[in-house]
């Protein structure tokens, strides 16, 4: 197995700067919550809350959507809901890495049946190519090719989640 690095860390740091200046335009005055998913949003959401010097709360929701498949089907299985009602409040999603859209698709419809006053995704990694259906990203942090990506949040197995840069894994074995 090969990692080949594909966005470094210091690119990372840059972006998640940039994402937060576009943020505070928006949200700044508004108290928004920030609700990241678990697992692999944890370290692009805390990284982005690092640089918002504004009032804001945060939340997590957990979900499943990929079972044993390194594909998702679009069939969430919710593991940990928001504790915050979202009902008249600023809502912005944080999710890791869209693909084909059904998880993140299926989270934003349910978060959006309970009224917010505005719901909106802000995503770290856009793997456009994969896309299946349609789901509004209002934040991008970067648009990737059809990989299989690890680090910063992202991991294969539990693993890899720990590299401060984005890599792909490449889990050809070249023989002689």
């Known amino acids: 197995m090969k ?10 740091k840059n972006r998640v700067k940039e ?21 692999g949003g ?17 939340d997590f929701i957990r979900v499943a959507s990929y079972g044993s498949r390194t594909v998702s089907r679009g069939k ?8 915050t009602p979202l009902k008249q409040r600023h809502v912005l999603i944080i999710e890791d890495i869209v693909d084909t859209g059904y998880t993140l698709k299926k989270i934003y ?11 909106r995704i802000c995503v770290f990694l856009d793997k456009f190519d994969r896309r299946k259906v349609k789901v509004p990203l ?9 990989f299989f990506l690890v680090g910063y949040g992202l991991d294969f197995n539990e693993k890899f989640r ?12 070249k023989n002689g």
Request: charged residues 35%; proline residues 5%.
């Open 19 to 39: 994402l937060a200046e576009e943020i505070k335009k928006d949200y700044k005055d508004k108290n928004p919550l920030l609700i990241g998913i678990l697992k």
């Open 138 to 146: 209002h934040y991008v942090g970067f648009k990737v090719p059809d």
């Open 162 to 173: 720990y590299l401060k840069d984005i890599r792909i894994i490449d889990m050809e074995e």
């Open 109 to 119: 419809t349910q978060l959006k049946r309970q009224k917010p006053l505005s719901c």
């Open 3 to 12: 990692l080949k690095i594909l966005i470094k860390e210091k690119e990372i």
């Open 76 to 83: 969430v299985r919710w593991i940990m809901k928001s504790k």
């Open 42 to 58: 944890f370290m692009f959401l805390s990284d982005l809350i690092r640089n918002l010097n504004f009032p804001h709360e945060i």
